[in-house]
Each structure stands twice: as structure tokens, then as C-alpha cells.
């Protein structure tokens, strides 16, 4: 049973270019999850995705959307990418219950480096 | 939004238990403990979680004190494997998790 996998592993972008990472959820789960984690930081929420729209969002600039499909699978697109973009992005999934005490299970991210 | 407070880094030695703090004193009542840990550019790995009473599973096991103000988590017997950052984290109604900076934990052979 594949867990959640992200794609691509790695990205060197330049600034004001736009970027697109892709996720695939455990199977079973609906719900996606996007963090944003610096060099030394813990990750830090995004959004939100279930049943296809954004459910909650961050602090995050509108440079930042999202999308998920009918197979509960999730991009998430950065515009006008900035040098502060540079991070690991996580993609995480979880099965929406409630009262909400499913896990997050995480994919082990894509390393973005804005230059 | 409840926040957490752990410790910045924490060793412990092989073979022993690692017993790692973490303080929530403004978690809700139906706020749930959760507990992570990362290993160098991997993603974080759930651990385990809990809501009242303690739990145990395969990896750990977390006690939470009777006013659920602060949790402990203990591996009971680290290994060279368990080194990493451990996330003590509070999930909000809203499902978001907040992770701070969570506990360098190293184990020393």
C-alpha cells in the first residue's frame, strides 16, 4: 500500500518563474494537507483540500493556490516565485472524520530552490 | 489556537528510555495531542496520539497529565534510529496543525 508521494523530489526554479508540485494521496484517504518548511523550521500550514475545494488556509499570499481532483490527488501552484520560497514542501493526507482524530500521514516533500 | 513548548534539544543514551516533555496549557477540551518526528529530509512520521488517556502503540507510548496541560512521550527504548526532531503538536477544531520547533532528540551510543 503506496503511503502519499510527491513529485518532483527536487525543483531549481529562478525568480518570477511559476512552479506546480503534485501530490498523491494514501490510498483511502481524502482530505490533502500542503506545509511549507524552512531550513530550521517546523512546517508551516497552507491549505487545506477536500472534496475538490479549499477548505482552510494559512497565513499565505495568494501566490499560493491549489487544486484537487475527483481521485483526491492535489497540485499545488506558486506564482512570481520569490528567493523566501525556497523550502521543503510536504504534502500530507488524512481521512476526514470526526471528530477529527485521523492522523496526517506525510510524503517526504519537494525541495524547492528559487535562484 | 492551542501552542506547545518543548525543550530545544534533549540527548539520551542507547538502550535507555527517552522521555521527551512537552507543555500545552491552553489546549481545549476537545483538542487532541499529536506527536511526530522528523528525520533529516524526510517527512515527518506520525508517532502517536491521544485526547484524555495514555496511549501506547509499537513506537511509544504518551502519557498526558489529568489536566491535560503537558504530555510526555517516551520511546522506551532508544535506539540510534530514533534520532531526530519530535514535534509535540495540538490539532485544532479546525484540523490544522501547528508545529513549533520541536525537540532535537539525539541518542549517544
Known amino acids: 500500500d503506496a503511503g502519499v508521494t510527491q513529485s518532483p523530489t527536487h525543483l531549481i526554479k529562478t525568480r518570477g518563474q511559476q512552479v506546480t508540485l503534485r501530490c498523491s494521496p494514501k490510498?483511502?484517504?481524502?482530505?490533502v494537507s500542503w506545509y511549507q518548511q524552512a531550513l530550521g523550521q517546523g512546517p508551516q500550514f497552507i491549505f487545506q483540500?477536500?472534496?475538490?475545494?479549499?477548505?482552510q488556509r494559512g497565513n499565505f499570499p495568494d501566490r499560493f493556490s491549489g487544486h484537487q481532483f475527483p481521485n483526491y490527488s492535489s497540485e499545488l501552484n506558486v506564482n512570481a516565485l520569490l528567493l523566501g520560497d525556497s523550502a521543503l514542501y510536504l504534502c500530507?493526507?488524512?481521512?476526514?472524520?470526526?471528530?477529527?482524530?485521523?492522523?496526517?500521514?506525510f510524503g517526504n516533500g519537494t525541495r524547492l530552490t528559487v535562484t | 489556537d492551542a501552542k506547545t513548548t518543548q525543550p530545544p534539544s534533549m540527548d539520551c543514551a542507547e538502550g535507555r528510555a527517552a522521555n521527551l516533555p512537552c507543555n500545552h496549557s491552553?489546549?481545549?477540551?476537545?483538542?487532541?495531542v499529536y506527536w511526530y518526528r522528523q528525520i533529516h529530509s524526510q517527512g515527518p512520521q506520525y508517532i502517536i496520539h491521544?485526547?484524555?488517556n495514555n496511549e501506547t502503540n509499537e513506537m511509544a507510548s504518551l502519557i498526558i497529565t489529568e489536566d491535560r496541560k503537558s504530555s510526555t512521550l517516551i520511546l522506551p527504548h532508544a535506539t540510534l534510529r530514533d534520532t531526530a526532531v519530535y514535534y509535540c503538536?495540538?490539532?485544532?477544531?479546525?484540523?490544522?496543525?501547528?508545529f513549533g520547533t520541536g525537540t532535537s532528540l539525539t541518542v549517544i551510543p
Open positions: 500530507a493526507s488524512s481521512l476526514t472524520t470526526w471528530p477529527g482524530d485521523s492522523p496526517l500521514h
Open positions: 490510498s483511502g484517504h481524502d482530505t
Open positions: 483540500y477536500y472534496e475538490e475545494e479549499e477548505r
Open positions: 491552553t489546549i481545549s477540551g476537545n483538542e487532541y
Open positions: 491521544g485526547l484524555k
Open positions: 503538536i495540538v490539532r485544532s477544531t479546525g484540523n490544522q496543525f501547528y
